[in-house]
């Protein structure tokens, strides 16, 4: 069955004639209501209530107790109060939520323990395994999830657990969404906040923003938002680019909804986003580098010190997102109609200082030192254009029955390519190599880049789905849902320079299949809900990028040569979970059992500089979650949120020789999935000087890590680097330990409330200054470069806020 002309006729046609059919029908209802809020009942300070929080993660509003599988949601207040920026701050208060920060933007996800490896930004074709969703629009791309402010948002609801029946692949492992304050009606308001943080052992940081919502009438209203923020850097370069806090950037952007809401039945709601982040460098501390090392007699050796990375040029990131969609929901008697439109444009560049990896080429090309010394940058740039339009149809009135049905089409182009300048490098392959090299090699590129490549894609994507839930007693209440998807990708390659294999092919991936899941909900009292669920989700395969050949030795192009395509992912989520609330206690509690087939994992392809994905015939990640609020007295709130996951492999594979290949052997760990992730937290509350008052302490424990599966094997690892330049020897090794140790953090808060809106927080986050390791990063499989991607350390700020 194929979906694509059906699907993609009715999701176009439809909404274009959804508002005036909605309007006439309308026409004589009533005056507009304004929206409900999504938090109700709100607990305030000197009472033992806990909030009533409202969600939409099942495509309905539905209160936080009643969805009938595992889900958490940070309010605003419970974002502000805790000084969380970033998604990973976010984290911390989430059980089963990981995040491996390989600087900015580039956050990888897991849920759960379904992860697959590090992602790097030269691996277009793999899917993420978290979806990640701006109120409707779906943002996530694999490693570059959008680094988005955090201010002015309602909430921020994480789905744990597989979601492809409602919200497609990409959602394998659970999905994250942030939920913006919509343009209210009838509403005047607004707020200015202020920041100034410093690092230390780093600079300074800081930035303002600003939110207002203006009525337009009694039917229609607009909510601007703008902010600009200076992030502060702490990695120090040695070198010809030297600096200090070399990696400080910044994020800027800005926000315009409007809410048209003509009658009580229809609402209509355009948005546009925009956001711009850069950073001047990453979050990268060395321990070895081609050019600096404790090995050379030529030159002073060097021995890094924490925070220390050597660059022969300055290295740069860059991200463009411009979001503009159309939400238009209406009521027709018992039913409402829902149409979400959205166009999505990001323009990401990556450039890092290759020179170390030129330049080992260049050693064992045999390049004089002038030549290995040239600098060398790889420009990574992605362009992504896409188009959605998601058109659903879901139950309104009272009833045992409830449910949702909907259609999905996607269209997205995603141009991504590399290039690798290095002024006179032509001139010394030339010479070494014999006139007309680099010519012959080019396949059409430009000169002095010694790797380019092309690599466009597009995906197309159709669906139709639905859920529905009956109540089968007062207690018990069951829900089934399937989607039945339809996937096409096409993706070219073409490649040229001397490191590079010449390329020009055309790949072409295709995938259709059906998703399920069904959900009990015994209700045993009015304060206890016990849920079960069992939930299939999928991850798409796709194509690997051709081995950089002329890299490779002929060992690795035996070993990985062979891993043309990988297959879709798929796995089966069982879990059973509690929720109770009652006053003054909220507890959140699930134990699951996840298996998967065909995982895909990501591997470092030794010497070639390539990354490799491929499928592990079986995994599982078991495992037990806990949330739980309490308030014991009127004055103080204690929080804690913690899980235990075990992770591993279940499948040994072997490469040609018998040998185990990257680590998947039966019974290590997943990647990056830590076994233990704890939180505690504890706020009070009092008046001081007649002003309500709080002060908050949060501390975190994360387990320790693995940042890729080999990682696990022959560790400690002994990395024989094979390079004799400015007087090291070929045999000169570094030995690292690869497993990234456990860490604690803690963070403190203090916060007051002035007269006529005014508040202000103080705090100081990693107090202890924490120095933790995030991730391993090697540089053509460790001969070139080695170094581990670092946290912030300490840092002490103040924030202002004022509302009107």
Known sequence: MKLRPIVKALLLVIPSGLVLGAAGFTHARQSPAPAKPATEQPAKPGSQAVERIVVTATKRETPLQDVPFSINAQ??????????????DLSRNVAGLAIQNLGPGQSQVSIRGVSSGQIVRDQPGVKEQVGVYLDETAISMSLFTPDLDLFDLNRVETLR???????????????IRYITNEAKLRIQEGVVETNLNKLAHGSAGGGIKAAVNVPLGDTAAMRLVGYSTHMGGWIDALGPAEGKDVNKGTRQGGRIALTFQPSADLTITPRLISQKVTADGFNRQEAYNLYANRFTTTVPPVTFQDHQQYLLQREKFEDKTTIADLVVNAVFGSWDLTSVTTHTERDILVSRDASALTGSVSVDLGFPAAGVLLPSRLNDTTDLKSFTQELRLSSKSKGPLQWVVGAFFADTDRKYAQRLPTPGYDGFTDTVLGAGTSAAVANGYGANSPYNADLPYNLKQNAIFGEMSYELSKQLTATVGGRYYDYEEERRFRSGGLFSDGNNNFDKTSSDGFNPRVLLAYKASDSVTVNAQAAKGFRLGGVNDPLNVPLCTAQDRAIFGG????????????????KMQKP?????????????TDLQVTLDAGSCSSRVVFNVPKAHSSGVELEIIARPTNDLELAFAGSAVNAVFDSTVRDGTGAVLGGIRDGNRLPSVPKVQLTASMTYNFTL????????????????????????????????HRLPFQGAPATAATTLDLELPKYNLLNLSAGMDFKQGLSAVIYVNNVTDEKALLSFDRERGGRARLGYATNQPRTIGVTIRKTF
């Open 161 to 175: 657990g597989p979601q492809g029946t409602l919200y497609g692949a990409g959602n394998i492992g659970g999905t």
């Open 563 to 578: 891993y043309q395509r990988f297959s879709d992912e798929s796995l089966w989520n069982y879990e059973v979970g509690v």
């Open 584 to 596: 003054g206690l909220s507890i959140n509690a699930a134990a699951f059992y996840t298996k998967m």
């Open 75 to 88: 309010t605003e207040e419970d974002i502000r109060k805790s000084g969380a920026v970033t998604l990973e």
């Open 689 to 720: 000087a007649g002003r309500d008052t709080y002060v908050t302490a949060t501390a975190q424990h994360v387990g320790s890590r693995f940042t890729q599966p080999s990682d696990q094997e022959n560790n400690p690892r002994t990395f024989t």
